[in-house]
């Protein structure tokens, strides 16, 4: 009894020690809490991929909606072009915080894109240890569409992307970064990644095949690289 009654103090202490540092944080930083401002890499160092044109920011309709799910408290966007296989891929990526997953939302207000949420979910795909992305057709080009999330796997709907955030929020190491003020214990952040080609030429099943291949080296590109806040 003695011995898981020092184990029992010894945890308060920790939680006591931790709950003082997020205070004194609270007080004396008047960053804590808020995102901090991310800058796209003009170019991505990713094998094999030949630029088309040079890369240009994102400037999205702002959403002034307060009941909006698209409400964002940051949002930051860059457009690629690259010679990928030998086909040319456009990739619009944005940087969101505190947003919650939504891609149909996205893809209407952000993209314009007016797809159905019955027509998203006929596209979406599962790859073995990448996650969840949607891949679809609008006027002429194929599309693939995902969020990829600071902790694991990437997702298309707010179901997934609650759950997948849930799973790792009751990690000890989340947990531990939570007390120490390092990180949000629900990790709110995404970057929205859209990829498409003009269907002009070839058929949609190989430019879906070819996106899907991008995808994957993109993903695996920003897993390592993701925003730290």
């Known amino acids: 009894m003695l011995k898981w009654q020092q184990i029992r103090f010894s945890l308060l202490a920790v939680i006591a020690s931790a709950s003082l540092v997020v205070l ?6 008047p960053n804590l809490g808020k995102p901090t401002p991310y800058a796209f890499p003009e170019t991505l160092d990713i094998a094999n991929w030949v630029p088309v044109n040079p890369s240009t920011a994102i400037t999205d309709k702002e959403i002034t909606d307060p009941n909006s799910a698209l409400k964002v408290s940051y949002k930051v966007g860059r457009r690629y072009q690259y010679a990928i296989d030998r086909q040319s891929i456009k990739i619009d990526v944005r940087y969101l915080v505190r947003t919650s997953g939504n891609v149909v939302a996205f893809l209407q207000d952000y993209a314009e894109i007016q797809l ?3 027509e998203l979910q006929k596209g979406i795909r599962h790859q073995e240890g990448l ?13 693939l569409s995902a969020c990829i999330n600071p902790r694991g796997q990437s997702t298309v709907t707010v179901e997934q992307f609650d759950d997948n955030m849930t799973a790792y929020a009751l990690k000890p190491s989340t947990i ?19 990829f498409s080609a003009d269907l002009e030429g070839d058929s949609a099943e190989n430019i879906e ?3 899907t291949k991008a995808w994957i080296s993109w993903h695996e590109w920003w897993k390592a690289r993701f925003p730290l806040s």
Not at 24 to 29: Q, T
């Open 131 to 143: 996650g969840y992305y949607t891949l679809f057709t609008y006027q002429n080009r194929v599309y």
């Open 24 to 29: 004194a944080k609270s007080i004396f930083d």
């Open 116 to 118: 159905k949420p019955e």
């Open 209 to 211: 095949q070819k996106l």
């Open 176 to 194: 531990v970064s939570w007390l120490l003020a390092q990180a949000d214990l629900r990790d709110r952040r995404c970057l929205w990644s859209q």
